[in-house]
């Protein structure tokens, strides 16, 4: 009796998939709190499940609630910004969740532990179909089994996979990622001489990749990536078997229709926009930032794929077609998620768009590393074992709040490196963020500096006195703990624009007499409304790192505002919310932009 030895890669997948839910249940579920499976959906993950709410529980598609993430009012109902794959593919674990055994008295909203936590369940088997997806494709391309499995161990611990199948398992890009895979497999399948009615099943893959996220429909863009040189003979097969081709198309239309008719429920119209002030800024991408920057560089956060890159560029010696067709998946992808206006996509681990295009950058790594000798294929593996203790750090920060989960720079990142003592937890702060969108740019519309010894246009207020150790002239801003707020500065729509996205770029000069001291001091950028109301309100950690004491440091804003109403007033303070704070503030500058019509 023969006895066949485990496949290692089919061991590292679920391996990677148990690490993965070990993760999810300690640091997610749990949490401090014992409640943190309650965090699961917030920022976009609301949007995406919030079509499931209002299709499934609610019954008010396009009457819904506004909510300034996602839901838009419009003159003819209320519009979910986002794309619905990413609903399409929670709606049948939030079904398992909703129906699942459970206490009597718990309240099905939609936001019961069952449900919450059934999200996250989804999200590991989308990983572990994924990596299924991979594994055979490598497989039918020739890689070897051990190779397969290293390369899983780099994928699943060693990237910003984990953050995002783990931790924040409401995202897209968990879902992205599984719709790709397998939609690689079905097309090397096709290539390979599998029936041609498959391509009725890859365009309706592909269809979902577009529903999840549209300009992943570049996904086209790897056909040759994994097809070869077999790729003309591929596309000559379809074009000459017109019904299979023309089942495909409507397979994928089927599929992508889904958003129309969703658009059309919630407005009357077939096509909407949801995306109103954001969009791409083509003749400005920020490449170098998106792969080498420290807020969310690719390379940096994320330097297993440097190797992934490298292999790209050797493929050239063994297969000049897949090598070529990568390159060029690497430079328009590269381009277009750059070119989006806020380049760095907000808060989170690391550059998370990149995610989506995992599968496809992997398979020159695949090709490549399974010709080298003992020499460089060693090297390789302590590559990617320093690769994943690095990410396992660093992801463990980030979600210790050591990292800042949006503005982190090169000071920050210096800082915060490879600490771990609780002393560094919650330290990082400050405010540093991309200008609206401005495909026609900003006009400037009000700047001023205040050296708080004379009278200012747009600043006052605080307890303003003399100080011997003021910056310049005589007279600081003064906190202390009888000390609730400072200067403040205030503008109104006499002077400043309606309707036109908001910039801040604040500067002062700030000094410790010992260093912490103005810790617990937060900038408040707020819109009040004519009834007094609060239109926006936006606080942040003074401190961008710990200051030094008895030091004048200079502090730095940008602050992107929405577009103010007739009598709303901007204002910019701030405020020592626990008393606790001491520490001196001189010579305040702002600068307000708006962005031009478009």
């Known amino acids: ?117 059934a999200i996250s369940i989804g999200a590991w088997a989308y990983l572990l179909l994924g990596l299924l997806a991979l594994r055979a494709l490598f497989r039918g391309m020739g890689v070897l089994d051990g190779v397969i499995a290293w390369i899983f161990l780099g994928l699943g611990m060693g990237t910003t996979l984990l953050q995002y199948a783990a931790m924040q398992p409401g995202w897209s890009h968990i879902y992205s990622f599984c719709a790709v895979s397998v939609f690689l497999l079905l097309v090397h399948r096709l290539a390979r ?70 658009w059309y429920a919630q407005t009357g119209n077939w096509f909407e926009w949801g995306y109103n002030g954001e969009g791409f800024h083509w003749d400005r991408p920020e490449m170098f930032k998106v792969l080498f920057g420290f807020r969310r560089g690719l390379f940096l956060w994320t330097p297993f794929f440097l190797l992934v890159a490298l292999c790209t560029l ?82 463990w920060q980030y979600d210790a709040h050591i990292l800042h989960h949006e503005s982190m720079d090169r000071e920050k990142y210096q800082y915060s490196f490879l600490r771990f003592g609780d002393e560094y937890r919650d330290r990082l702060g400050g405010n540093y963020q991309a200008p609206p969108f401005n495909p026609n740019g900003m006009e400037m519309i009000i700047e001023e500096s205040c050296d708080l010894d004379n009278v200012c246009a747009y600043w006052g207020g605080g307890q303003i006195q003399e100080h011997p150790d003021a910056f310049s002239g005589e007279r600081v801003c003064v906190f202390a703990p009888s000390t609730e707020y400072g200067i403040t500065f205030r503008a109104n729509t006499d002077i400043l624009p309606i309707d036109r996205a908001l910039f801040l770029e604040v500067g002062l000069q700030r000094y410790e007499v010992r260093s912490g001291d103005s810790h617990s001091l937060f900038g408040i950028t707020e819109v009040k409304r004519r009834d007094g109301s609060t239109g926006y309100y936006e606080p942040f950690p003074m401190n961008p790192v710990p200051g030094k004491a008895r030091t004048w440091q200079q502090l730095e804003y940008r602050i992107p505002v929405p577009p103010l109403d007739k009598g709303d007033e901007l204002r910019f303070y701030f405020w020592n919310q626990h008393h606790s704070a001491r520490v001196l503030i001189d010579d305040v500058f702002m600068r307000v932009s708006a962005a031009r019509p478009y």
């Open 314 to 395: 050797v493929l050239g010696k063994h297969d000049r077609v897949r090598s070529l067709s990568s390159i060029v998946y690497w430079g328009v992808n590269t381009w277009l998620i750059s070119s989006w206006w806020i380049w760095y996509y907000g808060s989170g681990f690391g550059s998370r768009v990149f995610i989506d295009h995992y599968p496809v950058l992997l398979v020159p790594m695949a090709m490549v590393v399974r010709h080298w000798h003992r020499t460089w294929w060693t090297a390789a593996r302590v590559f990617i074992i320093a690769c994943i203790a690095l990410n396992l750090a660093q992801m």
């Open 1 to 117: 009796m023969i006895v066949r030895r485990p496949s290692a890669s089919l061991l590292v997948a679920f391996a990677v998939v148990l690490f993965t839910a070990v993760v999810s249940v300690r640091g997610l579920w749990i949490g401090e709190d014992g409640n943190g499976w309650q965090r699961i959906i917030r920022s976009d993950a609301k949007g995406y499940y919030g079509y499931v709410l209002a299709i499934f529980l609610r019954d008010d598609l396009g009457h819904e609630e506004f909510v300034w993430e996602y839901v838009n009012r419009t003159p003819t109902g209320t519009l979910n910004k986002y794309f619905c794959g990413t609903s399409v593919m929670m709606a049948p674990w939030f079904a398992l969740g909703h129906f699942a055994p459970a206490d009597p008295a718990e309240l099905r909203d939609g936001f019961s532990e069952n449900e919450i936590k």
């Open 193 to 262: 001489g599998a029936s041609l009615w498959w391509a009725a099943a890859a365009a309706a893959i592909l269809g979902l990749v577009i529903l999840i996220r549209p300009v992943n429909a570049l996904v086209l863009l790897a056909v040759p990536v994994v097809a070869g040189a077999d790729t003309p003979k591929l596309l000559a097969s379809l074009f000459n078997r017109p019904v299979v081709l023309v089942s495909a198309l409507l397979a994928g239309v089927f599929v992508v229709g889904l958003q129309p008719l969703l």
